[in-house]
Nanobody
């Protein structure tokens, strides 16, 4: 059974850091991609970052490039999103998604994913 579980959100001050985790189970080893999306109140869900588990190729949106780092631990089927220098505009519910077959250039598009985590709240506030 395929499943995705995300965790690690919390409340942090501007300039602070958080690390989100995403565990994907049931997927064929190193043959899937994982992406992080976020949705702020009143806004559409947007792609933040994604990684190919087989090649470790990565993508970052312009909004987070240079501040967020996505990484993988294939042995644990886990992907991490290290978020540094957080800003109030990073406040959102963050969702992890996984998919077995997709073109990596489409990895930031939510319609490419069938398996989603429940979401974890990230609040950046002083």
């Amino acid at each position: 059974q395929l499943a995705v579980v995300d965790s690690g959100g919390g409340v942090v001050q501007p300039g602070g850091s958080l690390t989100l985790s995403c565990v994907a189970s049931g997927f064929k080893a190193d043959s899937y991609a994982i992406a992080w999306f976020r949705q702020a109140p009143g806004k559409e869900r947007e792609g933040v970052s994604c990684i190919s588990m087989s090649e470790s190729r990565t993508y970052y949106s312009e909004a987070v490039k240079g501040r967020f780092t996505i990484s993988r631990d294939s042995a644990k089927n886990t992907v991490y999103l290290q978020m540094n220098n957080l800003k109030p505009e990073d406040t959102a519910v963050y969702y992890c998604a996984a998919e077995g077959l997709l073109l990596f250039r489409r990895c930031s598009l939510q319609e490419e994913y069938d398996y989603w985590g429940q979401g974890t709240q990230v609040t950046v506030s002083s």
